[in-house]
């Protein structure tokens, strides 16, 4: 295995289809500029590219088959590179970048492009679109109408009868995350809002409002990535890459996902999320001690009080106190998504898990500006996504 | 004239003398509970998949639940004008989490409450009452 750096970042800024930041551009031009930044902030050139990592969308491009990788090749110039398509669901951004580092730390190439990017239908994201008795996702649609946000608020809920987690603590999630996004170039919202605000937005799921879920965005994200040893011939002081990891769910999972599932004797949430971070640490020789900042995907503010917890950084219940107690900022003892996170950004599915990839290296380069994490070190960026995927990544400096 | 009521999915539950159940299957060799059905053991720890049919039904607890505050996107079908509607997450006594709309209104549900499956109209189509799983709370 040979140590593999990120050499260089770029992004399209998030915005809605019509606005004056994505108008009607495509997924291909979403991407042509992220990775044109990318390209540039590496001082690399698209002919060194050694192969392609893309995250597969369901929704945008890539012919209808997900080869979104493919119609970025197409665009910047067809080279013959390999590109790997890599699906997940909303962790194949994070998927792509565990492939694209697998790679190169297995020595296959020395310079490799992971990028994501999307262009995202109105509304609620439907799900299979099958309308089939075998397919659990209409069964549980049809037969209940369970969409995204109704599962959210089931876990919001419990939160507050099991640690009496309050309406108004989840909102102040929301406040703290758009006070990060007022300083974030590429967020979509870059506005500060009060805790009025959030609490006057209206119910999309009782309890969860408006403002506390993700919209779906349009945007892309790329980051370059190489060996060590060859980005020192581009930078003295490279971010690296010290794990990353994929896994999916075990059996013992009781998030209640699809019909119905068996109780098992913990209340295991999210396994293929806790499995990814667990490795992830793992495979870095590290625990949440170690970690300056995290990345986490917060399709509700709910995931920045449970994910913690789930991963050790607190104790059960403990991360609403973190939060009150203003720990969970860019400048407290456990700053969490400072880029202002889902909340702020919406969420273009696929471009996800590199849009961490590329925070967490300008926050270790202290490129972050106003929502610069101080003396930033070591970075956790996790997804997860539909069918029990997801990753996590540590950067450091 | 009663209306004629139908599944809105056939062959996935069915209510005879008032007692509703829904139809999934269980391994006999680890006990462990499915729904819907399923050919197979999916327990990695079960060492010979054997799986029977099983019915599920009757009372369990719970665990949480959410609101319906905005139509959901087909699949979903449901009488205009829209209602909201409470969603549960039940932990069966059978051994299951499920998931089903509530009877009872929010202001009435309570995490740790006793529920019973119950078979309820879903929505109208074609002169008929389509019909799904529900739970509802027992009086305590
Ligand atoms: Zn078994």
Redesign the interface.
């Known amino acids: 295995m040979q140590e593999v750096a990120v050499l260089g970042v770029g992004m399209h800024r998030f915005g809605k289809t019509g606005d004056a930041v994505v108008g009607t551009k495509s997924v291909t031009e979403l991407c042509r500029h992220a990775i044109n930044e990318a390209l540039r902030d590496a001082g690399a050139n698209w002919r060194d590219i050694q192969a392609v990592a893309a995250a597969s969308s369901r929704f945008s491009g890539g012919k209808g088959w997900g080869l979104n990788g493919n119609d970025v090749v197409e665009d910047l110039g067809s080279t013959g590179i390999p590109v790997y398509n890599m699906s997940a669901g909303c962790a194949a951004g994070g998927n792509a970048f565990n492939v694209g580092y697998s790679l190169v730390a297995g020595g296959v190439y020395d310079m490799v492009l992971v990028v994501g990017g999307e262009v995202m239908p109105k509304?609620?994201i439907?799900t299979s679109g099958v309308?089939e008795?075998t397919d659990?996702e209409?069964?549980?649609?049809?037969?209940?109408?369970?969409?995204g946000p109704?599962?959210?608020?089931?876990?919001?809920?419990?939160r507050m009868?099991d640690f009496g987690t309050t309406e108004e603590q989840f909102s102040r999630i929301t406040v703290k995350a758009r006070a990060c996004s007022v300083h974030n170039p590429n967020s979509r919202f870059q506005k500060a809002i009060t805790i009025e605000d959030v609490l006057g937005s209206?119910?999309?799921?009782?309890?969860?409002r408006l403002f506390q879920i993700c919209p779906v965005s349009n945007g892309a994200a790329a980051a370059i990535i190489c060996s060590a040893e060859k980005a020192r011939q581009f930078t003295t002081h490279p971010v690296t890459v010290a794990s990353s990891a994929v896994a999916t769910m075990t059996?013992d999972d009781?998030l209640?996902r699809g019909?119905?599932?068996?109780?098992t004797r913990e209340d295991n949430l999210h396994t293929e999320v806790r499995n990814a971070v667990r490795s992830a640490f793992d495979k870095a020789s590290m625990g949440p001690q170690d970690v300056s900042f995290i990345e986490l995907q917060d399709n509700t503010c709910y995931y920045e009080l449970a994910f913690p917890e789930e991963w050790g950084f607190c104790e059960p219940g403990e991360a609403q106190r973190l939060m009150d107690d203003g720990e969970t900022t860019p400048d407290g003892r456990l700053p969490i998504n400072p880029s202002g996170g889902f909340v702020s950004f919406g969420e273009a599915t696929t471009a996800m898990g590199v849009f961490q990839i590329a925070e967490l290296t300008w926050q270790l380069r202290g490129q972050a500006g106003g929502r610069q994490v101080p003396n930033a070190k070591v970075g956790l960026a996790q997804t997860n996504g539909l069918g029990g995927n997801a990753t996590a990544a540590i950067l450091k400096k | 004239m009663s209306e004629q009521r139908v599944p809105c999915v056939a062959g996935l539950f069915s209510e005879t003398d008032g007692k509703a159940v829904v139809h999934g299957s269980r391994c006999t060799s680890c006990n462990t509970p499915y729904f819907p059905k399923t050919s197979h053991c999916h327990n990695p720890g079960c060492d010979e998949s054997n799986v029977e049919d099983y019915d599920f039904g009757g009372k369990g607890v719970l665990w949480s639940y959410s609101v319906a505050d905005f139509p959901p996107p087909p699949p979903h079908k449901y009488d205009e004008p829209f209602k909201p509607y409470v969603i549960g997450v039940v932990d069966l006594d059978a051994g299951l989490r499920m998931v089903g709309q509530m009877i009872d209104p929010l202001e009435a549900v309570q995490i740790g409450a006793q529920v019973e499956l119950v078979i309820d109209t879903l929505y109208h189509e074609d002169g008929k009452a389509h019909t799904s799983w529900k739970f509802k709370q027992l009086q305590n």
């Open positions: 509304g609620m439907q309308e008795a659990p209409f069964l549980r649609q049809r037969c209940v109408g369970m969409p109704s599962f959210w608020s089931t876990l919001a809920r419990r009868h209206p119910y999309v799921s009782n309890p969860l059996f009781m209640p019909l119905a599932d068996p109780v």
